[in-house]
Structure formats: C-alpha cells, structure tokens
C-alpha cells in the first residue's frame, strides 16, 4: 500500500477541521460564541457552525426555570428573631442578544451569581423585617414578597435575568418567643370566650327583666279592667236592686199593703243566704227593736230613693 499524497493528506486535515467547526445546541439552551477571548455571536438550538480553531463556545446558558431554596434569618424592630424558609423561581430575561450577553459575562461563573442572588434578596428581606414589629410578621407574608420584587427585579434586569416568584413556605420565630406568643393567643382566646360569657348573660337577664316586667304591666293593665268591671257590676247590681224594690213597694202600696213586710222579707233572704254560703264567717246582728226600726227604716229610705230615680 503506498503512502498517501500530500493533497489527500491536505484534504483529509481540511476536512477534519470543517468537521470540527459543526456543533449543536440543545434545546433550551444558547451558546456564546467567542473570537480570540471577544464576544462574536449568539447560536440558537440546533444545528451550528463555528470558524475551527478560531472560534470557541465561551457558554452554553439554560434559558429554563431554575429554582433554589432559601433559609436565612432577620430581626425586626423589637429586636425579635425570624427564620425563613423560602423558595425561589428565576429564569433567563429573553432571548434577546444583550440579555444573553449580561448572563454570560456579569458574572465570574454560576456559582457567584447564585451568592449574588441570594444576598441580595436576603438583603431586601431582611431590611423590610427592620421596619416591623414582631407581632406584624406573620400577616405580612404578602408584602414581604412584593417588596422584594419591586426592589430587586431592577438589579435582576442588569444581569439578564427576571424573578419569576418568590414564595416564603415557613415564618418562624425563636423557641421562646413562640411559647409567649402561644401564651398571648390563649389569653386572647379566653378573655374573647369570658366576653362572650358575659355579654349572653347580660342578654338573658336583660330579656328576663323585659318578660317580668312586660308580665308586671299586663297583670296590672288586667287587675285594672277586672277592677273596673267589678265596680260596673256593683254598681249596676245596687241599681237593679233599688229599681225591683221601689217596684215591689209600689206592688203592695197599689194592693193596700205595708211595704216594710217585703223589706223585712229580703232582709231576712239576706240574712239567710249569709248564713249558708258565709264559710266560716262571723256577722254580728243587732237584733234588737230599735235596731229592727232603724234597719227597715233606713231599707225605706234606699225604696223611696229609688222610686223618685
């Protein structure tokens, strides 16, 4: 077998460098390319070409999501201490030649850009909890993300990258100061619960006061009509009665009769009709004869009465 000749060496070594110039980028990622330690161009996914031996891939920069946990810790106002727990989401700004370049060349390498990240946004949490006290925290879970973004995702921009979310999973104080704030809750709890006590008591009596009184004024509004229907009846009875005595006296003054016999009659009935229906009650009758006069006279009297009515 002979050697080979020098133009299908030639040819060979030139063809091998073509091939070294072909190159492919993956999908999600763009390469940097690079002259002599300068920026040249960017390269899309798919199928590429460099100058060999000339041109170099500097970086291949992921355009995904990218995520990294936090935990750090602030003080706040009162001098309390706060732990975090957070979860951050960051990606690539665009596509754009400029936001590749800041990505590629801000930073020394990823890891310096990831300590940079992380400061930074710790730094903004942690200037925001200065501000506030500790019982303001907790409910403050909001605020503290929009304030890190709005302070950080100008300096992000610079570096080619965007904040895409920041959630904070877990806000949690010292030992000691979560054992006070358990404390604090339970007697907020059972100074609410005694109010609440107190304030249905209040109710149920008031309203037992408002029954007992509403029933005071309806026994009273009643005792008054019975009272008054009570005097009406007497009133009508003395008159009923006058009115059939003076008739029965005119009776027997038309028969040529005494009338003090029918008095003396229903004197008697009266007397009679106390006597069965008296329940154990003592009358004391004076039943002398000037007593008997002075009784029939003083009947004869209420008949003449009521016969001039």
């Known amino acids: 077998m002979g050697a080979l000749s020098l133009p299908v060496i030639l040819g060979i070594l030139i063809l091998l460098i073509l091939v070294a110039g072909i190159f492919t980028v993956q999908q999600g990622t763009i390469a940097v390319i690079t002259m002599f330690g300068k920026y040249r161009r960017i390269q899309y996914p798919g199928l590429n070409f460099k100058i060999p031996l000339i ?3 500097y970086r291949r920069i992921s355009i995904q999501n990218r995520s990294v946990e936090l935990q750090f810790q602030a003080i706040t106002k009162d001098q309390a201490n ?5 979860m951050l989401l960051y990606a690539v700004l665009n596509q754009e030649e400029e936001s590749i370049k800041n990505v590629a060349f801000k930073f020394l390498d990823e890891r310096n850009l990831m300590q940079a990240l992380i400061r930074t946004i710790e730094g903004s949490i942690r200037a925001f909890v200065a501000t506030k006290n500790q019982s303001e925290i907790l409910g403050l ?10 302070q950080i995702d100008v300096q992000l921009e610079s570096w080619g ?9 877990d806000i949690s104080f010292d030992e000691e100061i979560m054992k006070s704030m358990a404390k604090v ?8 619960a005694a109010e609440n006590e107190g304030q249905a008591l209040l109710i149920t009596k008031t309203k037992a006061a408002e029954a007992e009184g509403n029933f005071i004024k309806i026994s009273a509004e009643a005792e008054k009509q019975a009272a008054q229907l009570r005097g009406q009846g007497v009133a009508l009875f ?6 059939g005595m003076a008739t029965a006296a005119k009776e027997m003054e038309d028969a040529k009769l005494d009338a003090s016999f029918i008095l003396f009659s229903m004197w008697t009935e009266s007397i009679k009709h106390f ?3 008296g329940q154990g009650n003592t009358i004391f009758l004076d039943g002398s004869v000037d007593k008997m006069q002075r009784t029939m006279q003083e009947l004869m009297s209420v008949t003449t009465g009521g016969e001039k009515k």
């Open 55 to 57: 041109e170099k891939i």
């Open 82 to 86: 706060v732990n975090f727990k957070a």
């Open 141 to 150: 879970r909001g605020e503290i993300i929009s304030h890190v973004k709005d």
């Open 161 to 169: 990258y965007h904040l895409l979310d920041l959630q904070i999973n």
């Open 185 to 192: 809750v339970s007697s907020n709890n059972l100074k609410a």
């Open 238 to 243: 003395r008159e009923e009665v006058a009115k």
């Open 275 to 277: 006597a069965e229906n």
